[in-house]
């Protein structure tokens, strides 16, 4: 099946700063999403991807669909302590199902 | 709140027994999937739905099967539970399929 792969795996965050990941496919795919996932909660949307090139910004996060299809990256800015948590990209070729990455898991810089 | 809610939110179960889990929408949207989370995986598919009696098979289908006799209503379950289906199972609606998916709390299922 299709594999996504997200980079980083797990980051450290300290208040302020900007965060980046991104998500590779080994196939194309037509829509892009990113979602977070809350602690013993299930995943919430925060921004969709519909076009080749297009950038999405959701108030201090930003994504980007990339130009080859197999790629999207996300981008928070200024972060603060709600941002931690797991942050999944999904992507969609055909049909009516997603494709989930393995996750990019957020925590506080001890 | 979503209109979404799985049942039981966390259930131990002994190997051999069956399971099922339960997906209930208030949102009438036509699709329903199953999914389970591990660690190093993310998110896997494992069974949906596009319609009353209308399912389909996902990327780790074996094992498990799953109903949809009422459009609100979607169960899966383990007919004979292993300790490898210890796992979190999340459930998602879509009203078009395949784009912004709405996810359950999600049911932490241990095999014991």
């Known amino acids: 099946g299709q594999q996504l792969n997200q980079s980083p795996q797990s980051m450290f965050i300290q208040e302020g700063e900007d965060v980046s990941m991104n998500c590779t496919s080994s196939?194309?795919?037509?829509?892009w999403l990113w979602y977070k996932q809350d602690p013993g909660e299930g995943p919430v949307l925060l921004i969709a991807?519909?076009?080749?090139?297009e950038l999405t910004s959701n108030g201090r996060l930003t994504a980007q669909f990339g130009i080859t299809r197999k790629d999207s990256f996300l981008n928070i800015s200024a972060s603060i302590p709600s941002d931690v948590g797991i942050y999944f990209c999904?992507?969609?070729?055909?049909?009516?199902?997603?494709?989930f990455g393995t996750g990019t898991r957020l925590a506080v810089r001890p | 709140d979503a209109g979404i809610t799985q049942s039981p939110r966390h259930k131990v179960t002994e190997t051999g027994t069956p399971v099922t889990l339960r997906c209930h929408q208030t949102?009438?949207?036509?699709?329903m999937y199953w999914y389970r989370q591990d660690p190093g995986h993310g998110l896997r598919l494992i069974h949906y739905?596009?319609?009353?009696?209308?399912?389909d098979k996902g990327e780790v289908s074996d094992g498990y099967s799953v109903s949809r006799s009422k459009t609100e209503d979607f169960l899966l379950t383990l007919e004979s539970a292993t300790s490898s289906q210890t796992s979190v199972y999340f459930c998602?609606?879509?009203?078009?399929?395949?784009?912004?998916?709405?996810f359950g709390s999600g049911t932490r299922l241990t095999v014991v």
């Open positions: 949102e009438n949207h036509r699709y």
């Open positions: 739905s596009y319609g009353v009696k209308d399912t």
């Open positions: 196939s194309i795919f037509n829509t």
């Open positions: 998602a609606i879509s009203l078009t399929g395949g784009n912004g998916y709405t």
């Open positions: 999904a992507g969609k070729s055909s049909g009516d199902k997603l494709t």
């Open positions: 991807l519909y076009k080749a090139g």
